[in-house]
Nanobody, 124 residues
Framework: QVQLVESGGGLVQAGDSLRLSCAAS????????MAWFRQAPGKEREFVAV????????SYIDSVKGRFTISRDNAKNTVLLQMNSLKPEDTAVYYC?????????????????WGQGTQVTVSS
């Protein structure tokens, strides 16, 4: 089992950057595929980015490609989401998720463990 705690959210202006962090408990972090999802008010939770267990493979939703970068440090049990050139439409609660897998799932239903979320608000 793994517990996830996100941090790093906040209120920024369009064009600014933020870096979200997700700290995971447990000794088997390297066995988990890690992902970021987000949920805007009145909308369903959507996939943002995913990273493989070793960190060598990533995938992103089209709307953040070239602006967001997911990375992980298995020695520190941490996954990061660097968000650049933020837009008002990026405003949402961002969630970290984990699953023991080799497949980079992008569906919320595939993930076993979730953090509590961190709010990101981008003003125009």
């Amino acid at each position: 089992q793994v517990q996830l705690v996100e941090s790093g959210g906040g209120l920024v202006q369009a064009g600014d950057s933020l870096r979200l962090s997700c700290a995971a408990s447990g000794r088997t972090f390297r066995n988990y595929v890690m992902a970021w999802f987000r949920q805007a008010p009145g909308k369903e939770r959507e996939f943002v980015a995913v990273i493989s267990r070793g960190g060598d493979t990533t995938s992103y939703i089209d709307s953040v490609k070239g602006r967001f970068t997911i990375s992980r440090d298995n020695a520190k049990n941490t996954v990061l989401l660097q968000m650049n050139s933020l837009k008002p439409e990026d405003t949402a609660v961002y969630y970290c998720a984990a699953r023991q897998s080799v497949i980079l799932f992008t569906s919320t239903s595939e993930y076993q463990y979730w953090g509590q979320g961190t709010q990101v608000t981008v003003s125009s």
